[in-house]
């Protein structure tokens, strides 16, 4: 077996104890004689793995009791529409902080649905710094303030919750949940697709007051309405049941890491490694503000673009793969989720070092 370093930036790699669990686990399930891919979701045993993935993603990060927790399908980007949906009445406004890809996708679909005021944007920055508070553009009668705490593809991290005075806030966390400690009360809703630090692609996990849920809106399909999922703990119809026992064992793996605090400085660590590695050369380069560099995706671009290719290719060769920038910010992005061990990064840095010195 040859397992790579792996830095994509999603679906992302897993831990490799996860999956060798999970592949032992395949043919005879805790003694059930099947795989829990074929198992009913209703089945006692089914609901010990939802139960206790929740209880175990609670623990992680000490989500209070008056949080809910819901398993969904649709991803992030279903969460894009739902949000407003079910949270804003058809006359209230939105107001939406844009930071990146991410947060710019959210607004745009919201606006198809609701009124939205862009808070701030740091788009002519080409989105390389969070716009200064002072500058954001608040509406107090808004139902929420939403923002992207980590912009996946352009490396844009807030290292702590923006100060929005007595606002909402929610908070699309599909590429940081769980890459550190959070305090979950601060918080409206968090919500975050799997595939990057959770597990497989196909569920989505919400954190959601149950103050806000009982005051989903009514009108909606039980589908689309996050009161009705809540009700049936995420069972309104076939939960996606092989993701949700994969997020269970991630969980698991996670608690035997030591915990959030014990990720925190393992992934703090990772990222302060391969920042110096990028300041401390002029071959390489990343264009964020440092008070906003993310722990998660780091993007970097070479000085001469013409060597991306030689780069990409000789990191393939050396087992480090998907370094490959989004097509939209170019050059390179190494992307070092929870699952991407530090001898990852190090392999990395000694694979930038070595082709600077061939090359520059
Ligand atoms: C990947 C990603 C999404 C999109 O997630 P889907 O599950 O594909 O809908 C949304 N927001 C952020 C921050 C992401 O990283």
Not at 183 to 210: C, E, H, L, W
Not at 287 to 293: D, E, M
Request: glycine share 8%.
């Amino acid at each position: 077996m040859t397992r790579v370093f792996n830095f994509s930036a999603g679906p992302a790699a897993l831990p490799l104890e996860v999956l060798e669990q999970a592949r032992a686990d395949i043919p005879d399930w805790a003694g059930m004689g099947m795989s829990v891919m074929e198992l009913s979701h209703r089945s006692k045993a089914f609901i010990e793995v939802a139960e206790s993935a929740e209880a175990d993603v609670r623990s992680l990060l000490t989500i209070p009791d008056d949080y809910a927790v819901l398993f969904l399908q649709g991803g992030a980007t279903l969460q894009f529409a739902l949000l407003p949906l079910n949270l804003a009445a058809a006359d209230q406004s939105l107001d939406y902080l844009v930071t990146g890809s991410w947060s710019d996708k959210a607004a745009k679909e919201a606006a198809k649905l609701r009124t939205v005021n862009i808070a701030g944007t740091g788009a002519d920055g080409n989105f390389t710094d969070v716009p200064a508070r002072d500058s954001w553009q608040l509406n107090p009668d808004a139902a929420y303030f939403h923002y992207c705490p980590n912009e996946t593809i352009h490396g844009v991290e807030f290292h702590a919750p923006p100060d929005v005075g007595g606002q909402t806030l929610i908070a699309d966390m599909s590429s940081t949940i769980l890459s550190r400690p959070i305090d979950v009360s601060r918080f409206g809703v968090i919500y975050a697709g799997a595939q990057k630090n959770i597990g497989p692609a196909g569920i989505t996990i919400m954190i959601i007051r149950r103050d806000l849920l009982a005051g989903s809106q009514t009108g909606l399909p039980n589908i689309m309405r996050y009161a009705a999922h809540a009700e049936k703990d995420s069972m309104l119809n076939t939960p996606p049941t092989f993701a949700w026992y994969m997020a269970g064992l991630v969980f698991k793996w996670l608690l035997r890491q030591g915990g959030l605090e014990a990720m925190a400085t393992v992934n703090r660590r990772k990222a302060e490694a391969l920042y110096a590695a990028v300041d401390g050369s002029d071959f390489y380069s990343n264009p964020v503000n440092p008070a906003y560099r993310s722990w998660m995706n780091v993007p970097f671009t070479l000085a001469d673009p013409e060597l991306d290719k030689a780069f990409l290719q000789g990191a393939d060769e050396a087992g480090l793969t998907n370094l490959k920038g989004h097509r939209s910010v170019g050059g390179m992005r190494a992307s070092i989720y929870n699952a991407v061990p530090e001898e990852a990064v190090t392999a990395l840095i000694a694979y930038m070092a070595d082709f600077e010195q061939r090359h520059a």
